[in-house]
């Protein structure tokens, strides 16, 4: 069950982080988007991570995530399984999902990076907020700003 926003919020009070850590080159590929996380933009970022690989030659995507609402809807679970039923076809990337046990974040090695990622767009001395990054965004499209780092 995902968090619905109350429909007198005027607008985002969260900033949320995708990233994702390449085992194979060891940098990070994120993309920061005003508000809560949601399916919808879980699905995106997903999408827009098999354009990249697959770009890159990539067959496969195995992908170990915690069991956040927005990684284990149902509507997550069903893009992906279309999502692999296509590529199997039309080729591209397949996701290998891979969930962690409840309450054992020591055991996604990106974990200790978040801070490093999200410092990528803010500045090292100022509080990690929404607002804080708003004057740094330099390429907005739907509302997120998509980074690879290395």
């Not at 005027?10 to 996380?37: E, I």
């Not at 399916?39 to 827009?48: F, G, M, N, P």
């Not at 399984?81 to 999902?97: A, D, L, M, Q």
């Not at 490093?116 to 965004?137: Q, W, Y």
């Amino acid at each position: 069950h995902e968090p619905e926003a109350e429909a007198a919020d005027a607008g985002p009070k969260a900033l949320a982080c995708y990233g994702l850590l390449r085992s194979d080159t060891g940098g990070m590929m994120l993309r920061f988007v005003d508000g809560r996380p949601v399916s919808q933009v879980t699905e995106d970022y997903l999408s827009w991570v098999c354009e990249q690989l697959a770009q890159d030659g990539k067959r496969a995507l195995l992908l170990i995530w915690d069991n956040a609402s927005w990684h284990v809807s149902k509507k997550v679970r069903s893009w992906i399984k279309e999502h692999n039923r296509s590529v199997k076809f039309s080729g591209g990337v397949r996701i290998v999902s891979c969930p962690l046990p409840v309450k054992a974040p020591w055991l996604n090695r990106i974990e200790p990076k978040w801070v490093h990622g999200k410092r990528a767009i803010v500045e090292p001395d100022r509080p990690l907020t929404a607002g804080s990054t708003h004057h740094n965004r330099k390429s907005l499209s739907n509302n997120s700003l998509q980074l690879v780092a290395k």
